[in-house]
Each structure stands twice: as structure tokens, then as C-alpha cells.
């Protein structure tokens, strides 16, 4: 079966930094892999997925991700956060998008 | 237009007693998804339906733990005996499915907050 760590429990950062946030699979078969945040007293909401094709991913409010194969990785990236950002994170993976196993989640605290 | 949503938004009940979760999910998507969201985890997979039928119940934790979808829309999550360890943030989500099986985003409701005293 796939799973998903999440290196990082929680990441905080300053404004207009650059944030990284690392996601690691096992699986034994080809996945998908899913980026999801969930703002304060919201439901979770797809921020970008990678199913095939190009490595690099570009999702909503700025993020992107890239899918490196060989070191089973999935790290979400932004250039520039802001305040707005403040949220917690979590990667997927999933066989097929029916058996999605989610990783402990980060939570990203921006400061100004 | 209408998103998924759940009902109650908040559940408090006593060890031992019965509670019913209800999802309504999107208008026409095919597949319905229950997860368990302890403090502090992410999303745990329960259970999945296609249509009225659950295609894989392996993430139900154990017999006290149903779900049901009878016409293919609305699911109820049933949990008998409650336990402690049963509270929690109880999320569903709906998709469409295209062909070749592959489901599209899962969309998610707000959650239940389920606390077992």
C-alpha cells in the first residue's frame, strides 16, 4: 500500500519568503500525488495534483510542486508567501484518486 | 453552486450511545468518500462508494463503524457503541468519474466534529 510522510509537522516562515514543503511516498506502483490546504474552520481544498506529463506542477495562489521520481519526493513550493498563506497542508497519494492516503499534514504559519 | 455538505456541523454524544453522520454530495457525482481526521493527522481513508455499493470498506476500523448510500446520492456514516477514541473530525467528499476509471478532484465537505464524552 502507498503512503505519505511529511517531513516538516509545522513551518513557520516570514512574509514574501520563500517556503518549501517537503512530501516523501513509498509505493510499489505508479501514483498520484496531491497537494491539499485547509484554511482555519474550512474543508480541505485541492491546491494543485500531479498525474502525468510534466514534473513541475503549477497550482493555485501561486504554488507549485515537482514530482521527483527517483527520490519518491512531491515538495510544494512558493516563491513569495503571504499572511493569507497561513494554513495547514497536506500531501496525498493515491493508485487511482479512490484510495487517497493523506500525510500528517504541515502547518504553515506566516508572519509579518 | 452547492458544494458537499454534512450535517451535523457538530455532534457531542456519551460513551455508548449511537450517532448518525449524514453527506450530501455533489449534484451527479457518482463516488461518495468518508475519512476520519484525528487532532493533528490528516485525513484517514474509511470507506468509498460508487454509486450505491461500497467499492472498499478497508479503512473502517471495525464492525461498530457503517455506511450506507441507498439511492447513490446522500450517505449516512453510522457508528454504533461509540468510544472515546471515536472522536474526531469525520470528512466526506464526492467526485465524477471519467473513463477508465480514473475519478476526478474529490471535493470536500466541512467536516463533522464528533466528540464522544
Known amino acids: 500500500a502507498q503512503s505519505v510522510t511529511q517531513l516538516d509537522s509545522q513551518v513557520p516562515v516570514f512574509e514574501e519568503a520563500p517556503v518549501e514543503l517537503r512530501c516523501n511516498y513509498s509505493?510499489?506502483?505508479?501514483?498520484?500525488l496531491f497537494w491539499y490546504v485547509q484554511y482555519p474552520n474550512q474543508g480541505l481544498q485541492l491546491l494543485l495534483k500531479?498525474?502525468?506529463?510534466?514534473?513541475l506542477v503549477k497550482g493555485i495562489n501561486g504554488f507549485e510542486a515537482e514530482f521527483n521520481k527517483s527520490q519518491t519526493s512531491f515538495h510544494l513550493r512558493k516563491p513569495s508567501v503571504h499572511i493569507s498563506d497561513t494554513a495547514e497542508y497536506f500531501c496525498?497519494?493515491?493508485?487511482?484518486?479512490?484510495?487517497?492516503?493523506f500525510g500528517a499534514g504541515t502547518r504553515l504559519t506566516v508572519k509579518p | 453552486g452547492a458544494g458537499v455538505s454534512q450535517t451535523p456541523s457538530n455532534k457531542v454524544t456519551e460513551k455508548g450511545k449511537y450517532v448518525e453522520l449524514r453527506c450530501d454530495p455533489i449534484?451527479?457525482?457518482?463516488?461518495l468518500y468518508w475519512y476520519r481526521q484525528s487532532l493533528g493527522q490528516g485525513p484517514e481513508f474509511l470507506i468509498y462508494?460508487?454509486?450505491?455499493?461500497?467499492?472498499?470498506d478497508s479503512g473502517l476500523p471495525n464492525d461498530r463503524f457503517f455506511a450506507v448510500r441507498p439511492e447513490g446520492s446522500v450517505s449516512t456514516l453510522k457508528i454504533q457503541r461509540t468510544e472515546r477514541g471515536d472522536s474526531a473530525v469525520y470528512l466526506c467528499?464526492?467526485?465524477?468519474?471519467?473513463?477508465?476509471?480514473?475519478?476526478?478532484?474529490?471535493?470536500f465537505g466541512p467536516g463533522t466534529r464528533l466528540t464522544v464524552l
Open positions: 500531479y498525474l502525468s506529463g510534466s514534473t
Open positions: 449534484s451527479g457525482h457518482t463516488a
Open positions: 462508494f460508487q454509486g450505491t455499493g461500497a467499492a472498499d
Open positions: 496525498a497519494v493515491s493508485r487511482d484518486n479512490n484510495d487517497m492516503r
Open positions: 467528499a464526492s467526485s465524477s468519474t471519467i473513463s477508465g476509471g480514473y475519478h476526478n478532484e474529490q471535493f
Open positions: 509505493s510499489s506502483v505508479s501514483v498520484y
